[in-house]
């Protein structure tokens, strides 16, 4: 006589499904052998994953290594991207990715699903082929629906990762799987518990685990629009969501209260697991009991060796599926609308506009648009054409309207507005993680009568400059964040050769930068630095060396940052800046800083340590300075305060909030 057959069913539930995955650790020590799997949306995923091999602990792992924001986004992956494109993304808090029709913008879903399509195609190495699922080490179902007619759709063949992404292509937030005349949404949508799925194919025994929210009350539900539409789409389903719990022989139902289907992060998944455990655990003598109906051999749930996402597949296999491939992922978008926001108590709100077009059949040509609203104002445009192995001739020209003041001893000396013509050409080379530049550039900064001394406002003598620079940039970047690494360093230099087009004497200019992370645990992290710059003239405002502030270039393009110093000041010809910062993770996204920096200048090379630390400023000077710093991370961007304090200024405050730009 043939033995029972068991089935567990896992329900959609965004977020809150990871708790499948505690859920399924107590089922298995409860001894209970796994005949089938049926799954909807993230029921899908994890069950799709388990039915070919992989194992809680495996999926434990593999679900809390995910960056989860960039996996939910259609955006590229950071280590993906070479140095310049990485540099320059990192700006933004919205970009939107389109093709060749401005429609695309708004078409099929927000998410294309590009990063989670390729996450599971990746994960189901060897389930690429059509097969039967009720073939695989323990047979498999999901479910979603066809938007044309509404029909339930029960992927019991196919293309295994295809048939988990139609499972989970919630409408709205991600595109609908386009296949065979069939336009594939969630199947949470018209059947998201589906028990009834398990009793078709043949299972005695179905064992339920239920990540959906308890329906909601009309205090819960008034003024919540977002709340309003899930319970109108639970109200269409309830009578079969009711159906299948009774067809239920264990119904382990999730305590997910306080979470959502967006609660991505490490911390709300490790505890969605372990309330996943709990609930399972709250019916152990019911699972027991079913265990102890079946015989040690059978108990024993076989587990193959899965796939795993790291392996190296060659590049003829990806030609050979290129066409489910564009089912699951479609076609890089070309072109991106791009969005900056950022507020810092200096220079009040900044937004930031970019569009991004790649133009030819091998998308050689590159134009990228920017224009950004401020104290300090600017248009860009640029140009690309991609010479083949990763050089590129670039042109460009950037128009900035520039309103600030410059500081002498933490005292307003200057007030400065000015409008700064700037055009490039030349080549660059970027790799991975290296970029090169060599060129020539043209500056015109047009002070006119605006620049002048506080304390008397009689204008400067200079009202104009302008030059012809030529040289190069050689960047080297491996850090594994750009606001808060923890592994990596940074390296940089530049040279200069500055002719002056007002008769002026060429001069040189140079620069190095460097600064690294080490961390001694998952919290603790020390990042040192060093950087200092040269340049062979005086006769120049634009130019001359300039310090101060938390971001490199803010306002001038050689401006270098030094904690204690909260706008910026001129400086000496020779300058050097060195420092140290401690930071300490906080929870998961909270960072706590301490920093020290101390910088030296003097326009005398040859004697730069005796003039910078005597007591003549106009032969040299040197500054100590540091800060305590909090920030907290967040979807758009680092969120944070500063309190800096050095021997040249006041102690003073620096607030922001956003990506730099």
Not at 29 to 46: C, F, H, K, L
């Amino acid at each position: 006589m043939a033995r029972p057959r068991v089935a567990v069913v896992l329900s959609g539930g965004g977020a809150k499904g990871t708790a499948h995955i505690g859920a399924l650790k107590v089922i298995e020590e409860a001894g209970v052998p796994i005949d089938m799997i049926v799954g909807t949306s993230m029921g899908s995923i994890i069950g799709g994953l388990y039915a070919i091999g992989y194992t809680t602990e495996q999926l434990d792992s593999i679900f809390m290594a995910q960056d989860w924001n960039t996996l939910l986004s259609d955006k590229a992956y950071r280590n993906a991207l070479n140095l310049q494109t990485r540099e320059q993304n990192s700006q933004y808090i919205l970009s939107v990715p389109f093709f060749e029709k401005p429609q695309d913008l708004i078409s099929g879903g927000v998410i294309k699903g590009r990063n989670i399509g390729r996450m599971l195609w990746q994960l189901t190495e060897g389930y690429h082929d059509s097969i039967d699922f009720q073939k695989m080490p323990i047979p498999f179902a999901c479910i979603s629906q066809d938007l044309v007619t509404g029909e339930e759709i029960v992927f019991r063949n196919g293309v295994l990762p295809i048939a988990i992404r139609a499972s989970m292509s919630i409408p709205g937030a991600f595109a609908p799987i386009s296949m065979n005349g069939k336009l594939l949404i969630d199947g949470g949508i018209i059947n998201n518990y589906p028990v009834d799925v398990a009793r078709q194919m043949g299972a005695d025994i179905v064992i339920g685990v239920d990540v959906q929210d308890p329906m909601k009350n009309a205090e819960e539900l008034q003024n919540n629009i977002f709340a309003q539409l899930n319970q109108l789409i639970d109200l269409q389903r309830k009578d079969r969501w009711e159906q299948n719990i009774a067809l239920s022989d264990v119904y382990i139902k999730v305590d997910v209260k306080g979470y959502n289907t967006a609660s991505f992060n490490t911390t709300a998944i490790d505890s969605l697991m372990e309330r996943g455990a709990q609930a399972a655990r709250s019916q152990i003598d019911t699972l027991r009991a079913i265990g102890g109906r079946f015989s040690p051999d059978d108990s024993i749930v076989s587990r193959p060796t899965p796939p795993f996402f790291y392996m190296h597949r060659p590049g003829n296999i990806e030609a050979r599926y290129a066409g489910s491939l564009k089912i699951l992922i479609g076609d890089a978008p070309r072109n991106s609308i791009n969005l900056g926001l950022r507020f810092d108590n200096e220079e009040l709100a900044a937004l930031l506009f970019n569009g991004q077009m790649q133009l030819g059949k091998k998308r050689n040509h590159h134009i990228n648009l920017t224009l950004r609203l401020g104290k300090q104002t600017y248009g860009d445009a640029h140009y690309n054409l991609n010479l083949g192995r990763e050089w590129n001739l670039t042109t460009g020209y950037r128009y900035t309207y520039n309103d600030f003041n410059i500081y002498e001893k933490g005292e307003r000396t200057y007030g400065i507005s000015f409008n700064h013509h700037f055009g490039e050409v030349g080549f660059t080379k970027s790799w991975k993680n290296v970029r090169l530049k060599l060129g020539g550039i043209y500056q015109l900064y047009n002070y006119g009568s605006f620049l002048y001394r506080f304390e008397d406002s009689s204008p400067t003598d200079i009202t104009k400059e302008s030059y012809l620079k030529f040289g190069t940039q050689y960047a080297v970047n491996t850090l594994d964040d750009i606001y808060f690494p923890t592994k990596g360093a940074e390296f940089d230099m530049e040279y200069y050769y500055a002719i002056p087009l007002n008769g002026n004497k060429a001069f040189h200019t140079a620069g190095i930068h460097w600064n690294a992370a080490f961390s001694f645990n998952s919290r603790f992290t020390l990042m040192p630095r060093i950087e200092g710059r040269y340049l062979t003239t005086e006769n120049t405002v634009a130019e001359m060396n300039t310090l101060g502030g938390q971001e490199r270039g803010k306002y001038f393009s050689q401006q270098i940052p030094f904690y204690g110093i909260n706008h910026f000041e001129m400086s000496h010809r020779s300058l050097v800046v060195a420092g140290i910062e401690a930071r300490q993770r906080i929870g998961g996204k909270h960072y706590v800083s301490g920093v020290f920096n101390i910088a030296a200048t003097s326009d005398d090379w040859m004697h730069f340590f005796k003039n910078s630390f005597n007591n003549n400023d106009l032969l040299g000077y040197h500054i100590f300075g540091g800060a305590v710093k909090y920030d907290l991370r967040t979807f758009i961007g680092p969120i944070g305060i500063t309190i800096c304090f050095s021997d040249r200024a006041k102690t003073a405050g620096y607030i922001r909030a956003g990506f730099n730009f």
